[in-house]
């Protein structure tokens, strides 16, 4: 079977574990919190992120996608949602994706740091072999053929190539990291969920450049 996409990995959480249901401004309809981005108006009324959904105020829900916040600045739905005239920063989605990009691997150096993953590549091919591994993460920068041998032992496992190994090795405070393996825990649910949201904005970036 071939390892699976971020999007089963989202409907597969929502039915173990169901978040807290918001409305989207833009499509207006009830979703997962899993699934969109909080933004709250902040000082002199720009548009700040809020990716901890910790900031005061209310809150504007957004489908966690790059496409979906182009058309809501295009459309004014910031606005209508907040009721007044709000500022978007031109680098509104690079501090979204900065951020997400911050968080995700913050969960997963948590998750190395709680002894919930196994790192380099005779390692992960043990764990993805006994079935301990419940997540396959690998540097999107890393020798194709090796990480194409761990992917066929996946067998269905999420399986993440969004960071390069410099972001990888930092966030794991372990030189060269390349390959690693995921155990089942709450930092590992949580690394997911950011790597979902991240997803979102890194493919609609990389369909918008021009060739």
């Given at each position: 079977?071939?390892?699976?996409g971020?999007?089963d990995?989202?409907?597969?959480q ?14 207006r ?12 108006v902040?000082?002199?009324?720009v ?27 295009a ?28 968080r ?26 006994t ?12 020798a194709?053929?090796a990480?194409a ?5 996946a067998?269905?496992?999420p ?33 997911l ?7 979102g ?6 369909s918008?450049?021009?060739?």
């Amino acid at each position: 079977p071939r390892s699976r996409g971020l999007g089963d990995v989202y409907k597969r959480q929502a039915e173990r574990s169901p978040a807290k249901q918001r409305r989207c401004i833009l499509s207006r309809r009830d979703c997962s919190t899993a699934h969109l981005i909080r933004f709250v108006v902040g000082p002199d009324n720009v548009i700040v992120p809020d990716l901890a959904e910790r900031l005061p105020g209310r809150g504007l829900w957004l489908s966690a996608n790059l496409a979906a916040l182009d058309e809501a600045r295009a459309n004014g739905s910031f606005a209508r949602a907040a009721r007044g005239a709000v500022i978007l920063e031109q680098e509104l989605a690079e501090q979204v994706c900065e951020q997400l990009t911050a968080r995700a691997l913050n969960y997963l150096g948590l998750s190395s740091r709680a002894g919930a993953t196994v790192i380099g590549h005779e390692q992960v091919r043990n764990d993805l072999s006994t079935q301990q591994a419940v997540v396959l993460v690998q540097a999107a920068d890393g020798a194709a053929p090796a990480r194409a041998r761990l992917r066929a032992l996946a067998n269905g496992l999420p399986a993440i190539e969004m960071f390069t190994r410099g972001e990888l090795s930092r966030a794991l405070g372990r030189a060269d990291a390349v390959h690693v393996a995921l155990r089942p825990s709450r930092l590992c649910d949580m690394f997911l969920r950011e790597c979902g949201r991240l997803a979102g904005y890194r493919a609609a970036g990389e369909s918008r450049r021009p060739a």
